[in-house]
Structure formats: structure tokens, C-alpha cells
Nanobody, 126 residues
Framework: QVQLVESGGGSVRSGGSLRLSCSPS????????MGWFRQAPGKDREGIAT???????YIAASVEGRVTVSEDWNKNILYLQLKNLKPEDTGIYYC????????????????????WGQGTQVTVSS
């Protein structure tokens, strides 16, 4: 059972940036599909990025151009870089993982992800 821990959330003004981190409890980033999701207040959870076991990433259209996913293979950490943040980006951001290498092509659905972190809060003020 893999545990995922997110960190890096916080409060920023519009236009600001944050880098979120996801640290699995065991070797996981290399070789497994992982995803980043977010849930805004009163809204459904939304998938915004996926990263497959080999490092191929897909970014959802809703955040494309403002979000980058990267990894540190040695440290076993997955990152989500958020830039040019807007108030509508406010929400809880989660990383998730599944026991598969591939995530599919631009598949941002949450089905199939067995492991979830506790989330980290991102608040963007205008």
C-alpha cells in the first residue's frame, strides 16, 4: 500500500506561482501512472494532469500553459508547477497513483487511481 503526501500549497495573489510536491512512501514515481487532481469549493474533483511511469505527461485544457508536471527520479517526487494563478484555481490539490504504467492519452478521469494523498490547499486571492 503506497501512501502519497502532498505539500507546497499556500495562499498567493493572482498571477503568483506555487510548486506542489507529491512524495510516495515507497518507490513509485518511476514506473507508475500518477495524476494531479483538484477540487474547488462546491465543485466536482477535476483531473488536471497525468504523468506515466516513464515521464510522459498530459495537461488538461483547463490549465494548459499554466501547469507543468515534472519529477525527480532520484528523490521519488512528483511536482506540479502552477503559474499565473487565478482565483478560480483555488481548491484542494491531490496527487494520486495507480498500479499501472500508463495513464492513457489525455485521460484525466479519477477511475483506476487506487492511491490518494490527503491534499494540499491552494488559495488564490485577487
Amino acid at each position: 500500500q503506497v501512501q502519497l503526501v502532498e505539500s507546497g500549497g499556500g495562499s498567493v495573489r493572482s498571477g503568483g506561482s506555487l510548486r506542489l510536491s507529491c512524495s510516495p512512501s515507497s518507490h513509485f514515481v518511476d514506473g507508475h501512472c500518477m495524476g494531479w487532481f483538484r477540487q474547488a469549493p462546491g465543485k466536482d474533483r477535476e483531473g488536471i494532469a497525468t504523468h506515466n511511469g516513464g515521464g510522459i505527461t498530459y495537461i488538461a485544457a483547463s490549465v494548459e500553459g499554466r501547469v507543468t508536471v515534472s519529477e525527480d527520479w532520484n528523490k521519488n517526487i512528483l511536482y506540479l508547477q502552477l503559474k499565473n494563478l487565478k482565483p478560480e484555481d483555488t481548491g484542494i490539490y491531490y496527487c494520486a497513483g495507480k498500479d499501472e504504467y500508463t495513464c492513457g492519452t489525455k485521460n484525466f478521469a479519477s477511475e483506476g487511481f487506487s492511491y490518494w494523498g490527503q491534499g494540499t490547499q491552494v488559495t488564490v486571492s485577487s
